[in-house]
């Protein structure tokens, strides 16, 4: 659609500044921008608020604690689990282990949780490590970034559509790992990528982006329900799936969707077609995942959950 963007290079910059610069962006609702070649944008939905957090006091001796990284995920397995919860909300276990999402925008510090256990409780802190992602530099036509005052109605249409999806707790219908969303695809990338824009940081990359030509079949990752097809200004035809116990998955810049909302469907069934609808500049699927609200890498849970990190 005409704007001109290169990847000039890759490279870390300071974990506060940039987390700092991508509150601040997120806070003046910085305006999204179209990436070419390597580094299609999908500027997604603001996420909730971060959870407040307190700041990191080297743990008690032998308090269980862990470190992880904004939009990981931690798993606290154990026999008898009845209940799991942090400051915000309970929820049920999982395949006998709680599941403690940490969102990608969430501030370094320490967040408490806990597990019952019949009439017990314990209780651990999950320390949030400065983020670790890559920062990519990309140069853009200033003059090519802004919306017109249509389109960017449009966009907040949709955005007021999509956020209440973030809130849905309807029973789980899933275990972990999940499934891959595309057949025989190399692992995802660019997950909490975040990106400048002439120099100042605009968004994160909230998804795992996979690079497939336009008409690669696209799978749900597990089964569920699906709460949202529908084409969208930033994500092109875009599919929603409610896993229950407030897990989404998201598929975005489909070609072709093949569900309707209100469709149950099974792990593996095809939702569509992936291609390059929306603001992309090249075809590719974006896989993204809301867990209780947060904004995680789906890579680790398309693995073994034994090997995500645990207090
Ligand atoms: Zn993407």
Same mark, same amino acid.
């Given at each position: 659609m005409g704007v001109h963007i290169q990847v000039l290079r890759l490279f870390a910059? =300071?974990?506060r500044l940039g987390l700092a610069a991508l509150f601040?962006?997120?806070a003046i609702g910085? =305006? =999204?921008v179209l990436a070419r070649a390597a580094a299609p944008l999908l500027p997604g939905p603001q996420a909730p608020d971060p959870v407040p957090v307190r700041l990191l006091d080297p743990p008690p001796a032998g308090? $269980?604690?862990?470190?992880?990284v904004p939009g990981g995920v931690v798993r606290w397995a154990g026999e008898g689990i009845t209940r799991c919860g942090d400051a $915000?909300?309970?929820?049920?276990p999982l395949d006998g282990a709680c599941l403690y999402p940490v969102d990608l925008g969430q501030e370094e510090g320490a967040l408490e949780v806990y597990r019952d256990l019949g009439g017990r409780r314990e209780t651990a802190t999950l320390r949030v490590l400065p983020p670790s992602?890559?920062?990519e530099h990309l140069e853009v036509d200033p003059g090519k970034v802004r919306l017109s005052k249509k389109n960017r109605l449009r966009a907040d249409r949709e955005r007021e559509v999509v956020v209440p999806l973030f809130s849905l707790r309807t029973n789980p219908a899933? #275990?972990?790992? %999940? &499934? #891959?969303? %595309?057949?025989?695809?190399? =692992?995802p990338r660019n997950f909490g990528t975040r990106r400048l824009f002439n120099g100042e940081t605009r968004s994160a990359h909230g998804g795992a982006d996979y690079r497939a030509p336009t008409g690669t079949p696209v799978l749900a990752a597990e089964e569920g329900l699906v709460v949202l097809a529908a084409d969208h200004f930033f994500a092109g035809k875009n599919v929603f799936v409610d896993h229950g116990g407030g897990l989404l998955s998201m598929y975005m810049h489909l070609s072709r969707i093949d569900v309707r909302k209100g469709r149950r469907v099974k792990k593996g069934e095809r939702l569509g077609l992936s291609g390059a609808t929306g603001r992309v500049t090249g075809p590719h699927l974006h896989f993204g995942l809301r867990w209780r609200g947060a904004k995680v890498d789906p890579a680790p %849970?398309? &693995?073994d959950p034994a090997k995500l990190p645990s207090p």
């Amino acid at each position: 659609m005409g704007v001109h963007i290169q990847v000039l290079r890759l490279f870390a910059v =300071p974990p506060r500044l940039g987390l700092a610069a991508l509150f601040l962006a997120a806070a003046i609702g910085a =305006p =999204p921008v179209l990436a070419r070649a390597a580094a299609p944008l999908l500027p997604g939905p603001q996420a909730p608020d971060p959870v407040p957090v307190r700041l990191l006091d080297p743990p008690p001796a032998g308090s $269980r604690n862990v470190g992880v990284v904004p939009g990981g995920v931690v798993r606290w397995a154990g026999e008898g689990i009845t209940r799991c919860g942090d400051a $915000r909300e309970t929820w049920a276990p999982l395949d006998g282990a709680c599941l403690y999402p940490v969102d990608l925008g969430q501030e370094e510090g320490a967040l408490e949780v806990y597990r019952d256990l019949g009439g017990r409780r314990e209780t651990a802190t999950l320390r949030v490590l400065p983020p670790s992602y890559a920062a990519e530099h990309l140069e853009v036509d200033p003059g090519k970034v802004r919306l017109s005052k249509k389109n960017r109605l449009r966009a907040d249409r949709e955005r007021e559509v999509v956020v209440p999806l973030f809130s849905l707790r309807t029973n789980p219908a899933f #275990s972990l790992p %999940l &499934g #891959s969303p %595309l057949e025989h695809a190399p =692992p995802p990338r660019n997950f909490g990528t975040r990106r400048l824009f002439n120099g100042e940081t605009r968004s994160a990359h909230g998804g795992a982006d996979y690079r497939a030509p336009t008409g690669t079949p696209v799978l749900a990752a597990e089964e569920g329900l699906v709460v949202l097809a529908a084409d969208h200004f930033f994500a092109g035809k875009n599919v929603f799936v409610d896993h229950g116990g407030g897990l989404l998955s998201m598929y975005m810049h489909l070609s072709r969707i093949d569900v309707r909302k209100g469709r149950r469907v099974k792990k593996g069934e095809r939702l569509g077609l992936s291609g390059a609808t929306g603001r992309v500049t090249g075809p590719h699927l974006h896989f993204g995942l809301r867990w209780r609200g947060a904004k995680v890498d789906p890579a680790p %849970l398309l &693995g073994d959950p034994a090997k995500l990190p645990s207090p």
